[in-house]
């Protein structure tokens, strides 16, 4: 099969239904993550996420009882909660972040109707879907909202995600949140916590920042990523696979830009393994964001990656990893190298 052929449709009720955490965290727990020894604070950020959850599974929302707009109990003026009532993961990528926050997730005791999980993209998707005050309506009545890899990127996004979550707080929803890194800082971008807690302003105070400090687990101990195969490997391993795609690199970056982000997710249902050839790097920055959106997705789903062409390493320029969005193209060269890892087998076997 072919990613270029698929076109996906998304309806607006499946992209609330799949506000959970990805495949990839369905089974993690706190027990789950292992904390590197030389990095203390990780330990501490698993022991203080822990206590979180207790109390969230102690505290509901002050939204009881028959719901009127905005699923406030009718009759009742909201009430904002006492104390901090979300917490901020801050830290470089692959140190665990969105591991923990699915494990929150997962920790707290509510229905799934009631907790919510999805990157930043994501909730703005849900938002022009449904319009803000049906979203406001659809996620007040819940217990917790996390979000991953908020957008500190976009100023416009930013403002519009953090009247909503202004609103989500009144009516005593609890917050969780990682993001990336505002354009231009110096660091490498490691850690966002002061530009976080300035760009949703008033909402800072409801916030606890946990710094967690750590290398990348996926290169912790591991191999080296395999190098690209040839274009014949890649193509007689996609025949041989159930279920695998097979794409020219380039035709599905030019595919990329006629399908919404938003429908990546779908782009990939049903996928056992990606098999690209032709990789070389990518041409411009609205492609390479388009691209990192697309590793996110096949990195949730846990989707094989086999390529021909050039490496991963050499997907973004040298001036793409110097500027604002670096983090992001670190991360999805981190993410595809794990990938294609998991695509070994799959040419091993032939």
């Known amino acids: ?51 979180f959850a207790n109390g969230l599974g102690q505290a509901p929302g002050p939204a009881a009882g028959r719901r009127g707009l905005f699923g406030f109990a009718r009759g009742r003026a909201p009430k904002v909660p006492a104390g901090p009532r979300g917490v901020y993961l801050d830290g470089g990528y692959g140190v665990g972040k969105t591991h923990l926050l699915a494990s929150l997730w997962h920790a707290t005791d509510a229905e799934p109707s009631r907790k919510a999980f999805g990157t930043f993209v994501e909730l703005t998707n849900l938002v022009g879907a449904l319009g803000f005050q049906q979203t406001v309506q659809t996620l007040s009545g819940h217990r917790l909202l996390c979000i991953d890899e908020f957008e500190l990127d976009d100023p416009g996004d930013t403002v519009l995600v953090s009247s909503l979550l202004a609103r989500l707080v009144e009516a005593g929803v609890a917050l969780a949140a990682t993001s990336n890194t505002l354009p231009g800082k110096l660091g490498e971008g490691r850690f966002a916590a002061a530009d976080f807690m300035r760009e949703i302003q008033g909402l800072s105070a409801h916030f606890r920042a946990l710094r967690i400090d750590g290398e990348d687990y996926r290169h912790r101990g591991l191999p080296e990523a395999p190098a690209p195969y040839s274009e014949e490997q890649v193509t007689r391993a996609a025949r041989a696979t159930e279920g695998a795609s097979l794409d020219d690199f380039t035709a599905l970056l030019d595919h990329l830009a ?68 670096r983090k992001k193209y670190f991360r999805a060269i981190s993410r595809l190298t794990a990938l294609a890892r998991d695509a070994a087998p799959l040419v091993d076997a032939r």
Do not use: I, W
């Open 1 to 51: 099969m072919s990613l270029c052929s698929r076109e996906p449709r998304v309806p607006a009720d499946r992209l609330v239904a799949e506000m959970v955490p990805p495949p990839r965290f369905d089974s993690v727990r706190f027990s789950t993550y292992l904390p590197d020894p030389n990095q203390p604070s990780q330990r501490e950020a698993v022991h203080v996420l822990e206590e």
């Open 258 to 325: 006629r399908v919404h982000p938003s429908r990546y997710g779908a782009l990939t249902d049903g996928l056992s393994a990606v098999c690209l050839t032709g990789v070389r790097p990518v041409p411009d920055q609205s492609t390479a964001l388009r691209l990192v959106v697309l590793a996110d997705r096949l990195y949730d789903r846990e989707v094989p990656v086999l390529t021909s062409g050039e490496p991963f390493d050499r997907l973004f320029g040298e001036e793409m990893l110097k500027g604002g969005y």
